[in-house]
């Protein structure tokens, strides 16, 4: 079992396991965070970070007092409550599904524990980004598995069928990839009516940035495919009778599965910088509900960078996990060519 | 590999918090300067003018810029609000109160020396604000029970004005500007008016009578002007140093589109005047010593931010949406949920005061103390919507035909304040099982739909105020063309709609102070209780004013420069 976990950890590197804890953490949000990510406390804009302080046997999160509110200055205001594990506090519905108010951490009412600060209403950053991050996985692994299925099926079409299929699909991703995305996704947003919910609106967003995605992939496919239709096994198969679907599924698909899985891991970034600036230019997820990029665009006048630079987190989250899924690529191309099977012939 | 990453990571990030946490580095110190008179004022535009025409100028950058060129028969003291003299020197009012006669002041000349006389106030009135072809935005305040006011030259400095019945606020009206025939007339007569004094036009050809002249516009980058030699300072303005008005010799403005590129600017000394919203008080109030300026905080500005309700029973929504807005417990409901305290706090550190009504606490002679308040009190909105037939499943408010509560609450992108107050809304409502989203629009685009095609619910908004509650006409007569909750409505659609309407159409034409202000004590009365504008919070008005400027103090009314012929620039700023 041991060795299992150590071959995992060589296969995906330290940047997987970084994502995956990461990943963990989000989907569990509502458990991890202390509040919910529209929790609001008026009394504490631009709150810096409260650390909980060890005395007598246990946590204390000192509480907050407003001593200045022309400069947004907080000092201890000397009272502290206690902090609990495993405790009950705000309510929610976990995966939209599982009723409960458990937490891993919180502390009482009129205490108000901050990991990281809180935003101008008083919402707490820390409980924000896990929201936010989850919310940047859940659209960039669903955004990437709509972009790869249509990508791959198009390059291995065109790749296999050749002739005037190939050519009419080839045409139709450059079309696709001439097009300058940002502006082509702008465009539709905003042909969605205002007022829609939040969902339709993620939807939305997954579907646009998917939409632009799967070109520069299918061109890709369909290289490989041609140069692999060239190879003796795949003629053999060909010669023996084999259905093209045979060909496609058993010959062709298992030799780019390196090439696949590295680009999925590469294009992940694009989609989580891609949902970022949408939702920066305002065009994405809309308030209360965070994402990275939202959060992000609080940040962005001088005055809060004064006051609440923390809110930056999210833009450093985000540079985080654009560098490690790339890492990760890297250190999945490093075990595909080296390792057992990277070019193992069917 | 990722462990040196993030090694990098972290150092980017504690080098750049460091080096923001000193922001003291560069002191300026003032070197006075010989004499305090032809000196410069540099501040920052937002945007460029549209226009160097006062008939047609709307926008604010464009009047602000008219200001220095051009100027009325009168002038509102910053001070008090009081009508004091400009171009007239004085003015006789006759018993029936529907006569005013002025007469002008002594050798006016405009600044390409022709004389100004009666005439040209005659051809500004007769032949342009007028002129049904002229596209003139204060044609609307300039009548009487849709009529013009008569206008007659009796001699070269004494014109009449005449009006169908006594206009209380026609003095104030008056300080619209003044035009010179010589050079418009042809203008008026080809019927190019609307494109003539564009801001393609040579600078030299703009003549005006105010204490500057336009010297030079180079569009997107500055505007300035240097002094007017023929200006003559209204009667009784005089300053406290001995000098020919005004004492600067040149105003240069410079047009920079983005605030936080003018707060940079102002921080590194290259102007000497800035406004300030209230969340930029922290970065600034830390440098004023190093910086050499001072933060005057003039108290709750004029301006009003209100929530409105669409009340419009032709509107393409729901009809039973209507019927909540319509409802004086539903509107009172909101604005019993609301903390305004919370807000102030939030969005503007502070810095700002609760709005009581449609009049501002600081128009003292207006104001009726008397308004109905509403103070932040959750039980009595929930209380009130219970009266109101609305019921609590779960956490979920019901009407009692069974729709649930869900409002789209729409402000506009341009300002990130009112975006933060509506989100502060949808919080503060949510208790009340209210669910409101934020739906952020461009400025043009909200307008049409509130004005034109009524498609729209709530509406977190904001209207600069006036002086004069007539100028609120506009606004809440029934037939008014921002009457936002019921735009082109066929009349008062509730009784109350009609007592405000009569309330207004009395007070236009009562000349005795203190029944016009009871008149409209009444209306802030029923403006209050009916709520259907739910007033919210209003900024501290702030200015970061550089200690080179002399001549400048905070003014209730009029910003900090009393009158900008008498500012002064006292000394120059070296960086030390």
């Known amino acids: 079992m041991k060795t299992r976990a150590g071959a995992f950890v060589k296969t995906v590197g330290m940047a997987g396991v970084l994502l995956l804890v990461l990943g963990a953490t989000s989907l569990f ?91 101008l209403f008083g919402r707490d950053l820390f409980s ?61 947003r905003s042909i969605v009516p205002f007022g829609v919910s939040s969902t339709t609106i993620t939807l939305i967003i997954t579907g646009s940035l998917s939409l632009i995605g799967w070109a520069s992939l299918s061109r890709v496919v369909r290289g490989l495919v041609m140069s692999l239709s060239g190879q003796d096994f795949v003629l053999a198969a060909v010669a023996s009778g084999a259905s093209p679907a045979r060909v496609i599924f058993l010959h062709l698909l298992p030799n780019m599965r390196y090439y696949l899985l590295i680009s999925v891991t590469l294009s992940i970034p694009a989609f989580i910088v891609g949902e ?36 930056l987190g999210s833009g450093i989250l985000i540079v985080i996990l654009v560098v490690l899924f790339n890492r990760l690529g890297d250190v999945l191309r490093e075990a595909g060519e080296g390792g057992p099977g990277g070019d193992r012939k069917t | 590999m990722t462990v040196r990453l993030f090694v990098v990571l972290l150092l980017l ?191 030299q050809e703009i003549v005006g009578t105010g204490p500057f002249r336009l010297e030079k516009y180079v569009p997107g980058q500055y505007i300035r002007f240097s002094r007017n030699p023929l200006y003559s300072p209204p009667p009784g303005l005089r300053g406290p140093i001995p000098g020919t008005l005004p004492y600067l010799d040149s105003v240069l403005l410079r047009i920079i589109p983005n605030q936080n590129s003018e707060l940079l600017r102002f921080l590194a000394g290259k102007s000497d005047l800035i406004s300030v919203s209230p969340s930029q008080v922290p970065v600034l109030s830390d440098a004023a010593k190093a ?115 869900t409002i789209l609450l729409m402000t506009n992108t341009e300002s990130p304040e009112r975006i933060s107050m509506a989100q502060m809304v949808q919080a503060m409502v949510k208790p009340l099982g209210i669910r409101i989203r934020v739906v952020p629009l461009q400025f043009n685009m909200l307008s049409t739909m509130v004005l034109s095609s009524h498609q729209w619910e709530m509406l977190l908004f904001g209207l600069t105020g006036t002086l004069d509650p007539h100028g609120n006409a506009t606004v809440w007569r029934s037939n008014g063309f921002l009457h936002l909750w019921n735009p082109g409505g066929k009349g008062p659609s509730a009784p109350w709609e009609a007592e405000v309407d009569r309330l207004f159409d009395e007070g236009v034409v009562t000349l005795d102070p203190i029944k016009r202000k009871k008149i409209y004590d009444r209306w802030q009365e029923i403006a209050t209780w009916e709520v259907p504008m739910v007033d919210l919070v209003v900024p501290d008005a702030i200015t970061a004013v550089r200690l080179t400027l002399g001549g400048i103090h905070p003014t209730p009314l009029g910003g900090v420069i009393p009158h900008i012929s ?10 030390r």
């Open chain 2, 291 to 405: 910086r050499a300026f001072r933060l005057l905080i003039r108290g709750p500005s004029q301006a009003e931010i209100f929530l409105t309700f669409n009340e419009n029973p032709r509107a393409p929504i729901p009809p039973y949406k209507v019927d909540w807005f319509r409802n004086r417990l539903f509107r009172q409901a909101i604005a019993y949920a609301l903390d305004r305290k919370a807000m102030i706090n939030v969005i503007y550190n502070g810095l700002g005061a609760p709005v009581p009504g449609p009049v501002s606490p600081s128009n003292k002679e207006f104001f009726n103390p008397a308004v109905t308040r509403y103070h932040h009190d959750p039980e009595r909105a929930k209380r009130l919507l219970r009266e109101a037939g609305f019921r609590m499943k779960g956490k979920r408010l019901y009407d009692s035909h069974g729709h649930r509560v």
């Open chain 2, 13 to 203: 990030v504690v080098s750049s918090c460091s080096r923001s946490g000193t922001s003291g580095e560069r002191v300026f110190s003032l070197v006075p300067r010989s004499s305090p008179l032809h000196g410069t004022l540099t501040f920052d535009l937002l945007s460029d003018p549209k226009t160097f025409n006062p008939a047609l100028a709307q926008e604010t950058t464009s009047t602000q810029v008219l200001g220095y060129l051009f100027r009325g028969l009168t002038r509102i003291s910053p001070y008090d609000g009081k009508i004091k003299p400009d171009l007239a020197a004085r003015w006789r009012v006759d018993t029936s109160g529907r006569r005013v006669t002025f007469t002008l002041g002594k050798g006016l000349r405009w600044s390409d020396g022709v004389p100004l006389t009666a005439h040209d106030v005659v051809f500004t009135f007769n032949r342009v604000y007028y002129n049904p072809a002229v596209a003139a935005a204060v044609r609307d305040i300039l009548m009487v029970d849709g009529k013009p006011f008569r206008v007659r030259a009796l001699d070269d400095r004494t014109v009449e004005f005449e009006t169908a019945k006594p206009f209380a606020p026609l003095l104030e009206e008056l300080g619209v500007e003044i035009l010179p025939e010589h050079l418009l007339a042809k203008a008026v007569d080809s019927g190019r008016f609307n494109t003539t004094w564009s801001v393609r036009t040579p600078p």
């Open chain 1, 276 to 311: 970022a600036g949408l939702s920066f230019l305002g065009l994405g997820l809309s308030e209360p509900h965070p994402s990275l990029g939202n959060i992000l665009s609080e940040s962005q006048s001088l005055e809060t960078m004064n006051s609440a630079p923390w809110l």
């Open chain 1, 29 to 119: 949000a509502e458990f991890l965070a202390p509040y919910r990510y529209d929790s609001v406390r008026f009394d504490l804009p631009y709150a810096p970070a409260v650390i909980p302080v060890w005395s007598h046997g246990r946590f204390w999160v000192p509480i907050l007092e407003m001593t200045d509110s022309e400069r947004r200055r907080y000092s201890p205001s000397g009272k502290r409550v206690p902090l609990h594990l495993f405790c009950q506090g705000e309510s929610y519905r976990m995966w939209g599904v599982i009723h409960s108010s458990r937490h891993l951490f919180c502390a009482e009412a009129p205490g108000r524990i901050y990991l990281m600060g809180a935003d």
């Open chain 2, 566 to 575: 008498l500012v002064t620039q006292v000394s120059r700023l070296v960086l």
């Open chain 1, 128 to 188: 924000r980004l896990l929201y936010g991050m989850r919310f940047s996985f859940l659209l960039s692994l669903i955004g990437v598995a709509i972009s790869f299925s249509i990508g791959t099926i198009v390059g291995l079409v065109a790749g296999y069928a050749g002739g005037w299929v190939d050519r009419l699909l080839m045409r139709l991703s450059e079309i696709v990839m001439a097009v300058p995305g940002l502006y082509l996704l702008m465009g539709l």
